[in-house]
């Protein structure tokens, strides 16, 4: 499995890279999961289905499956943070790229997203598990840099450059403690 992060602030274009990765890896014949960091409370199930009703009445899991879906809710009676090796850990083992998207403070190799027109500070000069920046300036950078400058607004080519140093982000969970 090989696992890549994606950091930058918010409105720096992460998720809509992210969406447009996962049809140029499907187009490569791979598999790939998705891990999301999501603020405070959120919400997948809805007022009234039967999952919320499970939920809502006390369970600590609720698995929803169909022939084509599977769900796993958990909800953690304590506030609990979990690392971002311990949401890897409960993928599916068959996948062939995992996309983690926020724990920009991990210590997976990550690709940075930045956009010089957000007027956010880029993380790449103080991050060295940054192994790439996509941008739609890179003239603007701020810092000269000998990583890798990826064109933000053409996806296939990150998904290129990403499979061909797939070596880079082989993931062995051994290396990280859980």
Request: proline share 6%; charged share 25%; with cysteine.
């Amino acid at each position: 499995m090989k696992v890549v992060g994606f950091a930058g602030f918010s409105g720096a274009g992460k998720t809509t890279l992210v969406e447009q990765l996962i049809p140029a890896f499907k187009l490569r014949g791979l598999r790939v999961s998705v891990v999301k960091h999501a603020h405070h409370k959120f919400d997948i199930d809805h007022p009234g289905k039967d999952t919320w009703r499970h939920r809502e009445a006390g369970a600590f899991e609720v698995v929803a499956a169909s022939s084509r879906r599977l769900v796993l809710l958990r909800e953690f009676e304590q506030c609990a943070e979990l690392t971002v090796h311990q949401l890897i850990a409960e993928l599916y083992d068959g996948v062939d790229w995992v996309l983690v998207e926020g724990f920009k403070d991990s210590d997976l190799h990550k690709l940075e997203v930045w956009r010089h027109g957000s007027g956010k500070p880029a993380r790449y000069p103080d991050d060295p598990f940054i192994a790439a920046i996509a941008t739609d300036s890179p003239q603007a950078l701020p810092e000269p840099t000998q990583r890798p400058v990826l064109d933000l607004n053409r996806p296939d080519d990150v998904a290129a450059w990403l499979v061909d140093n797939g070596a880079r982000f082989d993931y062995s969970p051994e290396t990280y403690a859980l």
